[in-house]
């Protein structure tokens, strides 16, 4: 603790020696019941950040837009199985072998 530097005066070793003394102490005493001032907390979430309008938004739009072609899909499958697999329009064509 008192490894430091030591300031010799070469006249005057009294008063001046003596509160410098002092003064060097009351600083290694303050260094030593120093308390760490780092603010470890998380910053401050904003709500404007945390829930993205636009975001959900287009989610919502490419979610509809899933949907829409699902149920298409969905009619075109169950029209298939419901008329077996023949074309609408009466044609009769010819299987490929």
Do not use: F
């Not at 005057?12 to 020696?17: C, E, M, N």
């Not at 260094?31 to 829930?51: F, G, M, W, Y």
């Not at 993205?52 to 739009?61: D, I, N, P, S």
Request: with cysteine; aromatic share 4%; proline share 4%.
């Amino acid at each position: 603790m008192l490894g430091g530097p030591r300031l010799t005066l070469s006249h005057g070793r009294g008063y001046l020696q003596g509160t410098w003394e002092k003064a060097y102490q009351d600083h290694r005493r303050k260094v030593q019941e120093a308390r760490p001032v780092v603010d470890s907390r998380a910053p401050p979430t904003l709500s404007h950040l945390c829930l993205k309008l636009g975001k959900l938004k287009l989610e919502e739009g490419r979610l509809s837009v899933i949907d829409r072609d699902n149920r298409l899909l969905l009619e075109k499958v169950s029209r298939i199985v419901r008329t077996g697999g023949w074309a609408r329009s009466g044609v009769t064509c010819a299987h490929r072998r």
